[in-house]
Each structure stands twice: as structure tokens, then as C-alpha cells.
């Protein structure tokens, strides 16, 4: 069974900064890339970082470059998103996500959700 375990959202003020974790369970990174996806209200699914091991690229939407760092701990099967200089516009649920090999932008695409954690930035 595939679990994907989100933490370390929370309510921080612009400027601050945050660490979503990503526990993963039942995928292993050689196969997989693990990424994350958020969702603002109102909004669609959008793709924010991803890490793959098979081919070592990262991703980074335009919005969250220079600001998030994806980093993959292997040895305790986890992915981190740092996350620093939040601003109002970054409040949105942050899914993790795994998909087959290579990072993808696409939510249908993606093979496993986790469940999400909310992060709040207030003005």
C-alpha cells in the first residue's frame, strides 16, 4: 500500500518561512518522483516542486522559484519543501504526489496523492 503522509503546514505571517514534509511509504525514489501539487480556493490543481532521482532534475514553478527548495532524505524515505519569504498568494492546500520515474506538472498524471496540509499566510 502506498502512503504519502503530508506535514508541517501551518499559520505563518508574509515573510516567514515553513517545511512540508512527505513521508513516503510503498514507493521507493528510484521509481518514483515525489513532487508536490497545491490548491488555492477557487483554484485549480497546480504543480509547485518535484525531485526525481532517476534522471536528478528538480522542478519549480515560476511562482515559487528562488523562494522553495525541494530535498529528498533517502535514507528516511522523505521529501522536504522549504519554503521561506511566503507570501499571501502561497496559502493553499500542498498535496505530496508520486509519479512513475519522471516529475510531471500534470495532476492527472500523477499516480498517488497524499493527503493535504494547509498552509496559511497572512498579510
Known amino acids: 500500500e502506498v502512503q504519502l503522509q503530508a506535514s508541517g503546514g501551518g499559520l505563518v505571517q508574509a515573510g516567514g518561512s515553513l517545511r512540508l514534509s512527505c513521508a513516503a511509504s510503498?514507493?521507493?525514489?528510484?521509481?518514483?518522483?515525489i513532487g508536490w501539487f497545491r490548491q488555492a480556493p477557487g483554484k485549480e490543481r497546480e504543480a509547485v516542486s518535484c525531485?526525481?532521482?532517476?534522471?536528478?532534475?528538480?522542478y519549480y514553478a515560476d511562482s515559487v522559484k528562488g523562494r522553495f527548495t525541494i530535498s529528498s532524505d533517502d535514507a528516511k524515505n522523505t521529501v522536504y519543501m522549504q519554503m521561506n519569504s511566503l507570501k499571501p498568494e502561497d496559502t493553499a492546500v500542498y498535496y505530496c504526489?508520486?509519479?512513475?520515474?519522471?516529475?510531471?506538472?500534470?495532476?492527472?498524471?500523477?499516480?498517488?496523492w497524499g493527503q493535504g496540509t494547509l498552509v496559511t499566510v497572512s498579510s
Open positions: 525531485i526525481s532521482k532517476s534522471d536528478r532534475t528538480t
Open positions: 510503498g514507493v521507493t525514489f528510484d521509481d518514483y518522483a
Open positions: 504526489t508520486a509519479a512513475a520515474v519522471f516529475c510531471t506538472v500534470g495532476p492527472l498524471e500523477v499516480d498517488y
